[in-house]
């Protein structure tokens, strides 16, 4: 048995102020077309296939990247380069990703997508989610199975699969994929921990965070050198934002014409939160 781990999809961007061709200043950049999502500028490396979209009247969106697995894999042959150096030179000009998928290849192992799920479904593996399904596949000769963990609009989904199958490859050795897909702000937790510990210790910590589990292929397959993962704390909500703003002055203004009404604020507050908490 022998383990390889990469990125396999990441979506990130960088501030509108920024510089978007010098992310990947050797790299040619074809305009085509109107992009989507409000982008009003869609631009392809035809090399690569990479896409970046630009040009949106919201300037919070940024400049856009988009690079799948084939892409990833376009990009580490045409620059000679892996996902950590990747990831170093994309947060250094300050990118911030919404979506990372972190990958595990078991190549000429035992473990199967219906061994993963007669753990899970025993105890003998702990997955950070409830949710979860079985997809018996055949492509050729070969049985595609996949099995996964948690929802595809959360903001972790794990996915166990045979990749010899997804490819078509018959009579060849064993490929087992394990595939966590993170999105929002878990992604790009993850897209920093790839850039500041190395691509390998980062998906084995998340992998090994999301399912727990004592195998000892699995366990091989996460080696040595995991990363536990940091969380970056969430921004504040927009309601948050309204009442740590508009709220906080009005009630700052109240407080010094009347010192009395601080305590009757928070009397009053304290009643509406045993109302929620009571379910009235």
Not at 117 to 126: D, I
């Amino acid at each position: 048995m022998y383990v390889t781990r990469h990125v396999d999809w990441l979506s990130f961007s960088i501030k509108s102020s920024s510089d978007w061709r010098s992310v990947f200043p050797t790299f040619a950049f074809t305009f085509s077309g109107r992009g989507s999502h409000g982008y009003r500028a869609k631009y392809v490396n035809l090399a690569t296939g990479m896409v970046i979209q630009t040009d949106s009247a919201d300037t919070e969106m940024g400049h856009a990247f988009q690079l799948s697995g084939d892409v990833l894999s376009n990009l580490r042959r045409e620059s000679g380069s892996d996902d950590t150096a990747l990831s170093q030179r994309s947060v250094r000009v300050g990118g911030k990703a919404s979506r990372i998928d972190l990958t595990i290849n078991v190549h000429e192992g035992k473990l199967t997508p219906r061994a993963v799920q007669s753990a899970v479904k025993s105890g003998r593996a702990k997955a950070k989610a409830i949710a979860s399904r079985f997809v018996e596949g055949k492509n050729g000769d070969i049985e595609g199975d996949t099995f996964y963990i948690g929802s595809p609009t959360s903001d972790r989904q794990f996915r166990a699969y045979n990749k010899s199958a997804e490819l078509g490859i018959v009579d060849g050795a064993s490929w087992l994929r394990l595939e966590l897909e993170l999105r929002r702000i878990r992604a790009d937790g993850a897209f920093r921990s790839c850039a500041l510990n190395g691509v390998d210790a980062a998906v084995a910590g998340h992998m090994a965070d999301f399912l727990n589990w004592g195998d000892l292929e699995y366990q091989a397959a996460l080696g040595q050198e995991a990363v536990q993962p940091v969380d970056i704390p969430r921004r504040d909500t927009n309601r948050q934002r309204w009442l740590l703003g508009q709220v906080a002055q009005a009630l700052a203004k109240e407080i010094c014409v009347d010192e009395d009404f601080a305590l009757k604020f928070w009397s009053s507050v304290g009643e509406a939160v045993d109302l929620i908490k009571s379910g009235e």
